[in-house]
Each structure stands twice: as C-alpha cells, then as structure tokens.
C-alpha cells in the first residue's frame, strides 16, 4: 500500500500549500536536506583537489552521489556527468559536439526552449534544423521523424514528456530508427527522471539530460548528463578539474567524467542529489508512476466534466495536466487559484512558446503531481477550479 501520508511527513513544505508545481520543480525531503547540512557542518571542503581529510570526504561524498545516479538510470557513473540543470547539459551536447556546416538535426516543436534553442542557435554555424509537428495531443510520430531523416542527419533531440501535455514519447523506437540510419539520439528526461522507471541501457540512446531538481528530488542548481560516447565529444567548457596535464601551449584533458565538470561544482547540491535519489529508489520508481499517473488522469477527467474547461494532452498522460478556464487567462486562474485555496499551479507558455501557438492559445494553467500529492488535493483542485463558474460571463 502507497503511503502517501507518511511520504509527506518528509516535506515540511506541504503542511501550508496544495503544491502543483512539481514540473517546474520539485520540494527536497528532509533526509537529503540533512545531507547538505551534514556537508556544511561536518566536512565541507573541495572536490578532486587536496590530500586533507576534508577534502577527501568531500570527494568521495560526491563520488558515492554519482555512483547511486548512474545505478537509478542503469549506466556507467564514467558516463555520468553532473550539470546545473537539464538546459546545461543540452547545452554541452550543442557546443561540445564536432559540428560540420550542412549537418543537420532533427527536433520537435514540442520541446521546451531549453532543447530547441541549442538548436537553433547551431544554423548561425550553417547547421540544418528540422522541426517536426506532433499530432494535436502532444504525440510524435515515429515514422514523422524518419521521414525528416536526410543523408546529413546526425542528431535527433527529442523530448520523453513534454512538460506542456504530459504525453510521452516513445523515445526507444525513435532511438532505433536513428540508429539505423547512423544517427545519434538525445533525450530530453527533465519530466521522465524520477516519475517512470528508466533504464538507459535498455533505451540506448546516445545522450540523455535531466533535471536534478524535478522527479529526482534534489536541490535547485543540480542536473545529470549521461553521455555513451563521451570520445565523440571535445569539451567546450574546460579549466580547473578537467585536465591532467597542461604546458604553456596545450593541454591534455581527464576522461569522462571530469573533463566535462570544469570548475568548483555544486557540492553540496549533488550530495543531497544522491540522498535524494536513494530516497526514490527507497520508495520504488514504479511506485511513484502508478501514483502520479492516477492522480492526474483523475484530475484531468473530472476538470474536463467541467463544460467551461478545456483540457490538453492524452488520456494517458503521466503526471502532468494542462487546462483553460474559458474566458479567463491562465495566469488570473493561477493566481486566484493560489489567492483562495493556496494551490500553486504554473500557468503561461511553459517555456515553449511555439507548441503553445500550434494549439492556438495565449497560454495553459498547469498542474503537475508528485509522490506526495493527495487525492484530497485533486479534490481540493477540482472544487476550487468549479468555483471559477461564477467568474465567467
Ligand atoms: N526540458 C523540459 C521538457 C522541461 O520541462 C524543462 C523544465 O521545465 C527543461 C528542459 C529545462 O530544465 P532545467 O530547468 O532543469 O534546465
């Protein structure tokens, strides 16, 4: 039995809110907040530099982070790079990628702006880039992408949940058929990680970024990058920690991971990353999905009962419901939402901006559910959302 109660006792936070927010970002449970105060107040030091005790505590803190989030994702920790966020490992991809003008790549206009900006920003190099439709519930087609194949491809970069519709792609047999025809696939997990079991190996893509801040319950300012081939990338951020040896004209760089991670990383972030991560595995990956799936396929059947409230996305969404209120802008329902029943829902464009024009509105209220939310609170969201009739003309 799920025990949703207990599960809250961890996140103080949930005592004075209905929070729906959990797309954007998700709250941190106590045993990985106490992690980072274990780091502050007992060992605090640098990572990979220095012979002191401190510093080797430190280090191997983060190492053992590293090692539980490539054992969640079932991939080498050499292959797994810590990042700030889902955006600074796409990011790397883009600009560590040995990129040739007439390349081309293949995305989809479903994606957040974090994994179609990199994107774009590459055509200024003379790289192509194709934009393929979904269908009107947020679904790619397999078959759209392999006919947006040319002889130039050399990337698809495609989203596993959109973060606008909660529909998921079936991002392993478009993985196939790229690599049928020898070209590499990115994965966009920031809503996958940490809602749906995910097993990197078995879905054999060449990158997959995500957030450590959404599913996975860490900290703001931690993310994870998993990289198959790290050789096939040059590092395009390199300094401090990322080389083992350095003349006045050259340099030779660390392997995986370290010559991606220039600089003092997030510490104190990635250790409460990996406490938090062990926190999931503790209450099961499988678990959590059936929750979140149950929750929000309900809350998005009852709202669309409602006659004056449209709902986005497939029935068989994840954890992620978008709606309108006919009538009123999304962000005015958000605020009354949160003004007279204290819910916290995101509305707007999401960061993305042309999937919300394709559906021809000027934004979507958002609610997104987590491990911890109640079936209280859809009912709490369902009644409040009711209440709006008497505001409509
Ligand atoms: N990709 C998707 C699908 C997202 O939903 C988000 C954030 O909501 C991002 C990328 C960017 O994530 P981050 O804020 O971790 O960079």
């Known amino acids: 039995m799920y025990d949703v109660y207990g599960v809250r006792e961890d996140f103080p936070v949930l005592k004075d809110v209905v929070y729906l927010d959990n797309s954007a970002t998700t709250q941190t449970p106590i045993p990985a907040v106490e992690a980072m105060i274990d780091y502050f107040y007992r060992y605090a030091g640098n ?5 002191h005790r401190l510093a080797r505590e430190t280090t191997n803190r983060y190492e053992d982070a590293r090692e539980t989030v490539a054992r969640f994702l079932n991939v080498e920790s050499s292959k797994t790079v810590f990042t700030k966020n889902t955006t600074e490992g796409i990011n790397l991809i883009a600009n560590s990628y040995p990129w040739e003008v007439e390349d081309h790549i293949v995305t989809t206009l479903l994606e957040h702006h974090s994994n179609l900006l990199p994107w774009l920003r590459l055509q200024k190099m003379g790289v192509d880039v194709t934009v393929v439709n979904p269908d009107s519930k947020g679904i790619i087609d397999t078959s759209s992408i392999e006919n947006a194949f040319t002889e130039k491809t050399k990337l698809v970069a495609i989203t596993q949940v959109s973060n606008v519709f909660g529909s998921v792609q079936d991002v392993k047999s478009i993985t196939k058929v790229a690599h ?17 079991p995910i097993n990197l190996k078995d879905l054999d893509c060449d990158f997959f970024a995500t957030a450590g801040h959404k599913g996975l319950l860490g900290p703001q300012g931690t993310g994870v990058l998993y990289v198959k081939e790290p050789d096939v990338l040059e590092s395009a951020s390199v300094g401090g920690g990322t080389v083992s040896d350095v003349s006045g004209s050259n340099y030779v760089l660390e392997p995986s991971p370290a010559c991606f991670e220039a600089g003092t ?3 104190p972030g990635v250790i409460g990353l990996g406490r ?3 926190y999931v595995e503790n209450i099961g990956i499988s678990e959590i999905e059936a929750h979140d799936v149950k929750l929000s396929r309900e809350a998005a059947k009852r709202l669309s009962e409602l006659e004056y409230v449209e709902v986005y996305g497939p029935e068989d969404r994840t954890g992620i419901v978008p709606f309108n209120v006919k009538g009123l802008h999304p962000h005015d329902v958000a605020l009354i939402l949160d003004q007279t029943r204290r819910i916290c829902v995101r509305s707007g464009h999401h960061c993305a901006i042309p999937i919300t024009r394709f559906l021809k509105v000027n934004g979507t209220v958002r609610a997104s559910f987590a491990l911890y939310n109640t079936r209280e609170e859809v009912d709490i969201l369902v009644n409040a959302v009711s209440g709006l009739k008497a505001l409509i003309s």
């Not at 990572?47 to 012979?51: D, M």
């Not at 049928?180 to 749906?196: C, P, W």
């Open 276 to 278: 938090a991560v062990e």
């Open 265 to 267: 990383p997030n510490i």
């Open 47 to 51: 990572y990979g530099r220095g012979a």
């Open 180 to 196: 049928r025809n020898g070209i590499k696939a990115l994965v966009d997990g920031a809503q996958s990680a940490g809602h749906m």
